[in-house]
């Protein structure tokens, strides 16, 4: 009886001889090794009820996964379809497996002999998942950033670092809409100027943009078609076209505002500018015409006492 529990209590192994290598680092940030036993231990490792790790288990599959969706609400764009589609990709189990096998967890779990580790290694990387819901915040958000929001799902934000790539993401907002495909056509005008024009795979002409510079006529018709493609109706605009072409003016319009309003601004500080230059040079007058007339008092008084 006593060798059954024994052989049912955590005991040491060798599995941590390489614990010091750099490979656990970010495990060594967060977990101690009698902890990463702990929530590394199924409860089919145990004969009785009620141990093991079911309970970070379910705090990874629900509390951790929440705090990611928090995420993903307050700083992604997009409707909640497509954010419960991005969630879903960022926890589907094949990445988990990878995490798992990644992280080279599988020497420390410990599991009863009938249980098949390696078809339930996510089960394994959720237990990670639920122990970090226990952390301080700048770790969990340090483990967020770096173990989901990273570079391998950089491509479901439509993200490109150092860049962002705004026609990819207007481009993607029409195909979600209805399939068709958005591209940039550019020109020259007989003016000499170069035109940019935003393209649906239909031939149809979503708005265009005209500027001496090659590179701002592209930038300027990409940003008006993504101020377009934002409203929540886009589906309607992008299949009527009398629709398309007043929220087409009304973006013209906003933009034309701005304009004047950046150019009002900009002309009250040249004028603040100017006001104040002109008493600079009147104060500058000032005392010169004061150190004058001083100078001209000393010499009057000097030749008064010859």
């Known amino acids: 009886m006593a060798d059954e529990q024994n ?34 231990t199924h409860s089919s490792f145990y004969e009785q009820d009620g141990k093991g790790n079911s309970r970070y288990v379910f705090a990874g599959m629900f509390v951790f996964k929440g705090m990611v969706a928090q995420v993903l609400y307050r700083y992604f764009t997009g409707e909640g379809t497509r954010l419960q589609h991005v969630l879903g990709n960022l926890f589907r189990n094949e990445r988990l497996e990878r995490m798992f096998d990644e992280l080279k967890l599988k020497p420390f779990v410990r599991a ?3 249980f098949d580790i390696k078809s339930h290694r996510h089960i394994f990387v959720y237990a990670i998942f639920g122990y970090v819901t ?43 809409t209805d399939g068709r495909r958005l591209t940039l056509q550019m020109e020259v005008t007989e003016g000499g100027l170069n035109r940019a024009k935003a393209v649906l795979s239909d031939g149809t ?16 018709a990409t940003k008006l078609a993504l101020n377009m493609l934002a409203t929540p109706f ?23 505002k701005r304009k004047t309003e950046i150019e009002a601004r900009d002309a009250a500080k040249e004028t603040l500018r100017l006001e104040k230059k ?17 100078k001209q008092d000393e010499a009057k008084k000097r030749k008064g006492s010859q």
């Open 112 to 114: 009863g002999e009938k």
């Open 7 to 40: 052989r049912q209590q955590p005991r040491p192994k060798d599995s941590f001889k390489d614990w010091e290598d750099p490979l656990y680092n970010d495990l060594r940030r967060i977990f101690s090794r009698a902890k990463l036993r702990e929530v590394l």
């Open 278 to 294: 002109a008493k600079w040079k009147e104060k500058v007058r000032a005392k010169e015409a004061a150190k004058r007339r001083k």
């Open 234 to 256: 886009r589906k309607e605009m992008l299949s009527n076209p009398d629709y398309q072409a007043r929220v087409l003016a009304r973006e013209e319009e906003k933009i034309a």
């Open 205 to 220: 002409v979503l708005c265009e943009a005209e500027s001496k510079s090659w590179r701002y006529a592209r930038t300027k």
């Open 134 to 176: 226990t952390l301080d915040e700048d770790i969990r958000n340090w483990f967020i950033a770096k173990y989901i929001l990273n570079e391998e799902s950089e491509h479901l934000f439509l993200h490109k670092k150092r860049n962002a790539n705004l026609l990819a993401q207007a481009d993607a907002m029409v195909r979600r």
